[in-house]
């Protein structure tokens, strides 16, 4: 049976647990407005930019020229395939990243044998450590990217997936994040990014565009945003999403230890009663013997 000190001792020890989780939660909670704040602003220019480009691409006239292009070109069957996996560097966030894998590792066993081929990139260490610990292959890995994220990171990271695409002969690009709704709440989501997606025109329109300076200069000038902004906006809806996790995992961290001290300061008062009541039978014994 545990003693008095043990007691003690326990209720300190998840008390300083509840402090830190407290304050995790306070820094979760300041980390998420600003991200919350980020995201929002950029969710109106990426959804506007896409339907630029998609408009953009659906005007043209042809299929030989809108395939001219390497980012808008299609096939008639997809083989080969590149999935982007967005989680955090870090833990601690409730089930925020096992949602992502879970659903990363079950789109690679489920397409892994369809396609001729199935590149992964990570984007997070705990993507990274989880399919080298599953012993899955990944074409690269972008651990730390979480940390001081910048625009200049989706630029880079947007350039070397248009890079694969074209390079690799790849038919398809998937990106998979968990998409912010609000603290409590996200939802992952499997994209595809490559090729871009041209929007149908109603029965009968022939549009007519001018382009300035030219048709092949303005998809070229668009390509590249296009493909940064898709990026940007995933990389800041896992952002809001990992410091919404966190902030609630923190909390629900804070009240179960706030539950456990109390029940341990039950446990203890009952343990202490009854050795004060111990006491006082052993000093009324004792006089008993004396007075007989």
């Not at 089930?95 to 894998?101: E, P």
């Not at 993507?127 to 972008?142: S, V």
């Not at 029965?203 to 303005?218: F, G, I, K, N, T």
């Amino acid at each position: 049976m545990a003693t008095l000190r043990d007691i003690r001792t326990r209720i300190k020890s998840v008390k300083n647990t509840q402090k830190i989780t407290a304050a995790m939660k306070l820094v979760a909670a300041a980390k998420l407005r600003r991200a919350q704040d980020a995201i929002v602003q950029a969710r109106p220019y990426a959804v506007e930019l896409g339907g630029l480009l998609r408009r953009t691409a659906t005007r043209i006239d042809g299929e030989a020229e809108v395939a001219g292009h390497p980012l808008l070109r299609e096939v008639s069957e997809t083989r080969r395939v590149m999935l982007v996996v967005l989680t955090s560097d870090r833990g601690l966030c409730g089930a925020f990243n096992a949602n992502v894998l879970r659903r990363a590792e079950g789109f690679v066993q489920e397409w892994k044998s369809t396609y001729e081929k199935l590149d992964v990139v990570t984007v997070g260490r705990k993507a990274r450590d989880h399919f080298q610990k599953h012993n899955l292959i990944t074409l690269r890995d972008f651990p730390g990217l979480f940390q001081g994220l910048h625009f200049g990171s989706a630029v880079k990271l947007g350039e070397m997936i248009a890079k694969e695409y074209v390079e690799g002969d790849l038919d398809a690009v998937y990106v998979m994040y968990s998409e912010f709704h609000s603290a409590m709440s996200q939802e992952v989501r499997l994209e595809r990014i490559l090729p871009v997606v041209r929007d149908e025109l109603p029965l009968h329109s022939a549009p007519q565009c001018m382009y300035e300076p030219s048709r092949d200069d303005v998809l070229n000038d668009l390509a590249p945003k296009y493909m940064a902004t898709l990026v940007w906006r995933a990389l800041l809806e896992s952002s809001a999403s990992e410091q919404g996790a966190r902030m609630t995992a923190m909390e629900a961290a804070s009240k179960n230890a706030k539950e456990m001290i109390r029940k341990l300061s039950l446990k203890y008062n009952r343990a202490r009663q009854a050795n004060i009541t111990r006491d006082l039978m052993d000093i009324v014994g004792g006089a008993e013997a004396l007075s007989s």
